[in-house]
């Protein structure tokens, strides 16, 4: 009924959804956020989610833009951006085929680089990741994925997928072949971890993100 990257996204808000309606093209229900509840409709079109108050745009997730109005759910524009997209420390978190890219961020939420001219940007140039996405009537979080890894090949960092097995805490975070160990069982256990977008993953071991400790496959060639 709710997407999952939607439930996913929300839940990192401390929020919940609940449908009291459905159509063809989405559903109708409340949004419950820690400090207000909203009632909402949300536009569901393949990997397209739209979800609205009003004519005021909450959240969009696709495959070539993520926005989130923070201020609508009362969180800062740090916790809005964790919402969409892994960090760490000040940097984002981008996947790709070839590995883990890290893009640091500025104290003004924005990158180095350009992008296309539709995209938000500073007064010097750099890529914003606070603007309007199509259709928001308000600021908010706006992350062009393709964008932002095209601006990691040339401001960021790369990790490329370890060379040699060996045993590493907790789960896989990059895609490769794996065997996992999960809490109470002694016996390893293969998992896929595939790049499903530029931001995400999915693995094929519904219970890989338990694993107390991972080691990477190599692939023979």
Do not use: C
Not at 32 to 50: I, K, L
Not at 93 to 121: Q, Y
Request: charge should be negative; charged fraction near 15%.
């Amino acid at each position: 009924m709710i997407p999952s990257e939607l439930n996913d996204t929300l839940g990192q808000l401390d929020a919940r959804l609940s449908v009291e309606t459905t159509g063809h093209e989405g559903f109708w229900g409340i949004l419950h956020t820690p400090h207000r509840t909203y009632d909402v409709a949300a536009r569901v079109a393949g990997e397209t989610t739209h979800l609205f108050h009003d004519q005021d745009l909450l959240v969009t997730l696709s495959r070539s833009v993520w926005y989130l109005n923070h201020d609508a759910f009362g969180v800062s524009a740090l916790k809005g951006l964790q919402a969409l997209i892994q960090t760490r420390g000040e940097a984002l978190i981008l996947h790709s085929a070839l590995g883990l890219w890290t893009l640091p961020f500025r104290d003004d939420f924005s990158v180095e680089g350009r992008g296309s001219s539709f995209m938000p940007h500073t007064e010097d140039g750099r890529l914003s990741l606070i603007g309007y996405a199509p259709g928001a009537t308000a600021q908010g979080i706006t992350l062009y994925p393709a964008t932002l890894l095209h601006i990691a090949q040339k401001h960021g960092h790369v990790e490329p997928y370890p060379q040699a097995p060996g045993w590493q805490p907790g789960p896989p975070q990059r895609a490769g072949h794996y065997f996992i160990v999960l809490d109470g069982k002694n016996e390893p256990e293969l998992t896929t971890m595939r790049a499903v977008s530029l931001t995400q993953l999915s693995s094929s071991h519904p219970d890989t993100m338990q694993a107390v400790r991972h080691s990477f496959i190599r692939s023979p060639d």
